[in-house]
């Protein structure tokens, strides 16, 4: 099945500057999406990453802050821009794919995630 | 807006024994269903998945459905220290891709 990798896997920012993680799976997939876990909270979806086109945002989440880019099937960046320490979270990418590259379609698989602490 | 509830806990049950967690939703067009493991500092492991009403048993983890209640299940027989972790119970909409989590429930069992 896919092997989901992200990078980097922790990182500690000054507010005010922009990290960008990046999400690559070994095989093509069809759906990307990337998840903020704030501490103690459940996960919240933040955009599905379309590749060639913009990404398709959630209530509350927009490009200026979170800018995405997926330029191929199997690659996807997540920038969190002019941080603050409320954006200190765990950032998560998932995928999906209904072409058999992963073990069930309709089932999302989980990268292992970025631990993001803003000062 | 849809929602998915869960009892946060933490549920505490002994070595041994059969833990029971529990999950209800708002929205009756939701189609699928899933139960993800998250252990400490690591990222969600899809454990079962459900579509249908009725039981569904994977060794010793049984989901339960029930759509005409909107409540799912996540049983595990002969629970084990190793099961000691955070369940998310996630749920899908009739043509949508994105999830919705509930808040997790946080499972120890004890030796």
């Not at chain 1, 922790?10 to 922009?18: A, E, F, K, L, P």
Request: aromatic residues 10%; proline residues 6%.
């Amino acid at each position: 099945s896919a092997v989901i990798s992200q990078k980097p896997s922790r990182d500690i920012c000054q507010r005010g500057t922009s990290l960008t993680i990046q999400c690559q799976v070994d095989s093509q997939v069809t759906m990307m999406f990337w998840y903020r876990q704030q501490p103690g909270q459940s996960l919240t979806l933040i955009a599905t990453a379309n590749q060639g086109s913009e990404a398709t945002y959630e209530s509350g989440f927009v490009i200026d802050k979170f800018p995405i880019s997926r330029p191929n099937l199997t690659f996807s960046t997540l920038t969190v821009s002019n941080m603050s320490p409320e954006d200190s979270s765990i950032y998560l990418c998932s995928v999906e794919d209904q072409g058999g590259r992963v073990p069930r379609p309709d089932t999302q698989y989980f990268g292992p995630g970025t631990r993001l602490t803003v000062l | 807006q849809k929602e998915v509830e869960q009892n946060s806990g933490p549920l505490s049950v002994p070595e041994g024994a059969i833990a029971s967690l529990n999950c209800t939703y708002s929205d009756r067009v939701s189609q699928s269903f899933f139960w993800y493991r998250q252990y400490s500092g690591k990222s969600p492991e899809l454990i079962m998945s459900i579509y249908s009403n009725g039981d569904k048993e994977d060794g010793r983890f049984t989901a339960q459905l029930n759509k005409a209640s909107q409540y799912v299940s996540l049983l595990i027989r002969d629970s084990q220290p190793s099961d000691s972790a955070t369940y998310l119970c996630a749920v899908k909409g009739s043509g949508a891709n994105n999830l919705f989590f509930g808040t997790g429930t946080r499972l120890t069992v004890i030796p």
